[in-house]
């Protein structure tokens, strides 16, 4: 949260939400980047930085994938919306994906290699959560056990705290959950 001299933001809460319908750019970074000093401090400067951040989360991500796919051999390409939302109130800082983890993208490419391109880009998406909202000096507080900033480090507790997890693949996605049991 933003504060002032005497502890007051100028606003109760803020979410902010980036849709991307085509590749974040450095161009499209640059162009919000240089919109920052346009808000006055308060609640227009919080939509804007938890918007900002929100972007940064997708841009992040598309840079991860430019980098899977030279690696992997694989060309992806941006076919679905992605929606990543930033809320900041009294309590918490939090960002979260509002679609679903192949951020909206297609993918082409030989069916191993493509599988492999999903599941590393899946994968990143826990530790640029933690990324993004680190680098604000904030941390994500909506995990299970409130005691690490993203869901995969939160599965690799919970595995080594001996709960069980439930791995399968569905769609060319492996999926990893924490399998809950009741005593």
Same mark, same amino acid.
């Given at each position: 949260? %933003?504060?002032?001299?005497?502890? *007051?933001?100028?606003?109760?809460? =803020?979410?902010?939400?980036?849709? !991307?319908?085509?590749?974040?750019?450095?161009?499209?970074?640059?162009? &919000?980047? *240089?919109?920052?000093?346009?808000?006055?401090?308060? !609640?227009?400067?919080?939509?804007?930085?938890?918007?900002?951040?929100?972007? $940064? $989360?997708?841009? #992040?991500? +598309?840079?991860?994938?430019?980098?899977?796919?030279?690696?992997?051999? =694989? /060309? &992806?390409?941006?076919?679905?919306?992605? =929606?990543?939302?930033?809320? *900041?109130?009294?309590?918490?800082?939090?960002?979260?994906?509002? #679609?679903?983890?192949?951020?909206?993208?297609?993918?082409?490419?030989?069916?191993? +290699?493509?599988? @492999?391109?999903?599941?590393? #880009?899946?994968?990143?998406?826990?530790?640029?959560?933690?990324?993004?909202?680190? +680098?604000?000096?904030?941390?994500?507080?909506?995990?299970?056990?409130?005691?690490?900033?993203?869901?995969?480090?939160?599965?690799?507790?919970?595995?080594?705290? +001996?709960?069980?997890?439930?791995?399968?693949?569905?769609?060319?996605? @492996?999926? %990893?959950? /924490?399998?809950?049991? &009741?005593?």
């Amino acid at each position: 949260m %933003i504060a002032t001299l005497n502890g *007051d933001a100028g606003y109760e809460g =803020v979410r902010s939400f980036a849709i !991307a319908t085509t590749k974040i750019t450095n161009n499209v970074v640059q162009y &919000w980047l *240089d919109r920052q000093s346009l808000y006055a401090p308060g !609640a227009m400067k919080a939509a804007y930085g938890t918007f900002f951040t929100a972007l $940064m $989360m997708i841009y #992040c991500h +598309n840079i991860m994938a430019d980098s899977a796919a030279s690696e992997l051999n =694989v /060309t &992806w390409s941006q076919t679905h919306p992605i =929606v990543v939302s930033v809320g *900041d109130d009294a309590y918490q800082t939090y960002l979260t994906l509002e #679609c679903d983890h192949s951020m909206g993208m297609t993918v082409m490419g030989s069916l191993k +290699n493509t599988i @492999l391109f999903n599941y590393s #880009c899946y994968s990143i998406i826990s530790p640029l959560e933690y990324a993004v909202m680190d +680098n604000l000096g904030e941390s994500q507080f909506s995990t299970t056990n409130s005691s690490f900033n993203s869901v995969l480090m939160d599965l690799v507790y919970d595995y080594f705290n +001996n709960m069980s997890l439930e791995g399968f693949i569905q769609n060319g996605y @492996l999926k %990893i959950k /924490t399998k809950l049991t &009741w005593i």
